[in-house]
């Protein structure tokens, strides 16, 4: 499936670098999604754009900045980071983020390790 | 915050079957959706229930009952590829999504 594609798949950088995760959507979707997968922990939800305005930031550090060029495309930079934000970063994307049946569709993530 | 609880992990033999349980607590309810999510790759999205009651879709089926703030996913002629996490998900009043930690399934032969 490439519905929704993630680069890099595997990043790992120092707590000074800055870099940026990249997610592009093929699905004509309207919204886009930023989640956090640690380990045996809930995805959790870090920022939500719908028709490229920011519509959720749940309560996330600065040192992960989103980006929304257009609807396809979805940015994270990532500067300063520590070793508690290594993870797994995935996107997702929808059509109609305010309806019931919405359903979320998922890129393969980007394996993030902050040394 | 929402509350959506399920096993950390199951175990089951090939051909056989295995139902994983999810409640959840949360503000309203707008729908329940389960994914699959193998090693290294994207969740998949697996089924959405929003009424009461049985939805089947080949092997697999997912069960809702709002009353009880319940559903199970139900894995039928388990198959070694089956072996994956499953994650129940939960849109509440808001229309926010919110997700369980995932059940690991492990289908030995």
């Known amino acids: 499936e490439t519905g929704v594609t993630q680069t890099p798949r595997h990043l790992v950088m120092g707590m000074t670098n800055k870099k940026s995760l990249k997610c592009e959507q093929h699905l004509g979707h309207n919204a886009m999604y930023w989640y956090k997968q640690s380990a045996k922990k809930p995805l959790e939800l870090m920022f939500v754009?719908?028709?490229?305005?920011?519509?959720e930031n749940n309560s996330v550090p600065s040192r992960f900045s989103p980006e929304c060029p257009n609807s396809s495309h979805l940015f994270l930079h990532l500067h300063t980071l520590q070793p508690e934000d290594s993870a797994l970063y995935l996107c997702?994307?929808?059509?109609?983020?305010?309806?019931?049946?919405?359903?979320?569709?998922f890129g393969p993530g980007t394996r993030l390790t902050v040394l | 915050g929402q509350n959506i609880d399920q096993p950390t992990e199951m175990t089951a033999t090939e051909g056989a079957i295995v139902q994983i349980n999810c409640t959840y607590q949360?503000?309203?309810?707008?729908?329940l959706f389960w994914y699959q999510q193998h090693a290294g790759e994207a969740p998949t999205f697996l089924s959405y229930n929003v009424l009461d009651g049985l939805e089947e879709k080949g092997r697999f089926s997912s069960f809702l009952s709002r009353s009880k703030g319940y559903s199970y996913l139900l894995l039928k002629e388990l198959q070694m590829k089956d072996s994956a996490s499953y994650l129940c998900a939960v849109r509440d009043e808001d229309y926010k999504l919110s997700f369980g930690a995932g059940t690991t399934v492990t289908v030995r032969a």
């Open positions: 949360t503000s309203g309810f707008n729908g």
């Open positions: 754009y719908n028709f490229k305005e920011q519509t």
């Open positions: 997702a994307s929808s059509q109609t983020p305010g309806q019931g049946s919405d359903t979320q569709y």
